[in-house]
């Protein structure tokens, strides 16, 4: 009871609004709409529920075991949200800037028709660019914020989900292409500040 007392005692609503556009601007929902839609055209059925239980479930473990593995290799975590820092972005210029730095192998092409976890749930969404955007903030959020920022991207990964065919109609591919630069301007301004905060703390 204790432990769970001071795992959440440091709740910060600001802390966990500001994870969760953080971290939900990385796992991009929206911007993986058109992906979604085109393994349902070609008749592979997304389960919403288990897509989310199992990028939660890879997440939540990376959240806690990143830490010792950065230990394991002597890495500090500092150094290591200076470098994720800089790979977010890069991200966040692919999604303002329309380019491509990172190449994707399109994993798509080779699920079988009755599964969907792979690979919306990993790499897609619970992925490198996930894991990097975690560990990154861990020198500045507490945990038990990033465990509450990383249960409502889920929820609002499931609504996504579930609404795709609702959101293509309803808000076309103009406003979803509006919100990806949105937040691809947010990752922008968040990459900056870790690695020029982190660097002032290793100065």
Known sequence: MNTLQEFFGEFDIWQVLSSFIFLI???????????????????????AGKVCIASLII??????????????????IEYFAIAGGFVIFLMALEMVLDIVIFQNDKLEGEVGSGSSIVPLAFPMYAGPGAFTALLAITAEYSTGNLCIALVLC???????????????K???????????????????????????GNLAIIF
């Open 170 to 196: 309803y808000l076309g591919n103009t406003a979803l292409y509006i919100i990806r630069k949105f937040f691809g301007i947010i990752v922008l301004a968040i990459a900056c500040k870790l690695m020029f």
């Open 25 to 47: 601007a990385i796992i991009d929902p929206f911007g993986n709409i058109p992906i979604t839609i085109a393994m349902e055209q070609r008749g592979i059925k997304i389960h």
């Open 59 to 76: 997440l939540l473990a990376f959240l806690f075991l990143g830490e010792w593995i950065l230990k394991l290799f002597g890495v500090q």
């Open 154 to 168: 889920m929820i609002t990964l499931y609504l996504v989900l579930i609404g795709t065919n609702w959101l293509t």
